[in-house]
């Protein structure tokens, strides 16, 4: 899984949030830096060592390496990044956040030809997704500048206004629903099966209504 988007998306608290959940129930995950893991495995190259620590890495079925584009060719040797994505590729899952576009990534690694062969093999069976939002750092700024009892960013009001309305027409939809079970079940009196109650997925609907206020308010 490739995780895009400009700095304070959330890309770094939705990689965890899959770590998180993936470890729960019975896999085995390492979250890092990608900075941090390349120091260590420049480390283990210049040890001779570096077949020995990219095989270590294996008892892991995700490799969660946050912010990849930091990483950059200047630091010496950064094909161990290349060497690890090689390594892994059709053998353990990996995801990567990064705040700038494969475009941008001959920055990363030292030559264009390792660049295109990391991504091609980044990208086979790859999950990509792009996530374009406000950065949630500077909406908290712009909410402690305004200071208390000042009205929320009007985004904010939409967000709300929207997942509310999702609520009410959900609850429109319900009440509906059960009127018309109600008059097919007096049409029906000699049936003795009741109708059955009402989907899950409303009651689902409604909780991910109730989380989206929540989570914007």
């Not at 490739?2 to 729960?24: M, N, Q, R, T, V």
């Not at 020995?52 to 008892?59: G, T, V």
């Not at 630091?75 to 994505?85: C, G, H, N, P």
């Not at 390792?114 to 909406?139: G, K, P």
Request: glycine letters at 4%; aromatic letters at 6%; hydrophobic letters at 40%.
């Amino acid at each position: 899984m490739l995780l895009f988007g400009p700095p304070g998306g959330g890309k770094s608290h939705l990689a965890a949030a899959i770590g998180l959940a993936l470890i729960e129930n019975g896999w085995r995950v390492l979250f890092t830096r990608t900075t941090d893991l390349v120091q260590k495995l420049q480390l283990a190259r210049r040890e001779l060592n570096l077949e020995a620590a990219i095989n270590r890495l294996d008892r892991f079925d995700l490799l969660i390496l946050d912010d990849l584009a930091y990483v950059t060719k200047d630091q010496a040797e950064t094909s161990v990044l290349f060497e690890l994505i090689s390594a892994r590729y059709e053998r353990r899952s990996m995801l990567i956040t990064a705040n700038q576009p494969f475009g941008e990534w001959n920055k990363v690694f030292p030559d264009p030809a390792m660049t295109l062969a990391a991504i091609d093999r980044l990208v086979h069976h790859a999950t990509i997704v792009e996530m374009n939002v406000e950065s949630y750092r500077r909406r908290t700024a712009l909410e402690r500048k305004r200071g208390p009892g000042r009205p929320p960013s009007h985004a904010t009001i939409k967000t709300v206004a929207d997942c509310r309305s999702a609520t009410i027409r959900l609850q429109q939809n319900s009440c509906a629903r059960q009127s018309a079970r109600r008059s097919s079940t007096r049409r029906d009196t000699d049936s003795s099966s009741r109708l059955p109650r009402l989907p899950t997925q409303i009651d689902a609907l409604h909780a991910s209504s109730h989380d989206c206020i929540v989570g914007y308010s």
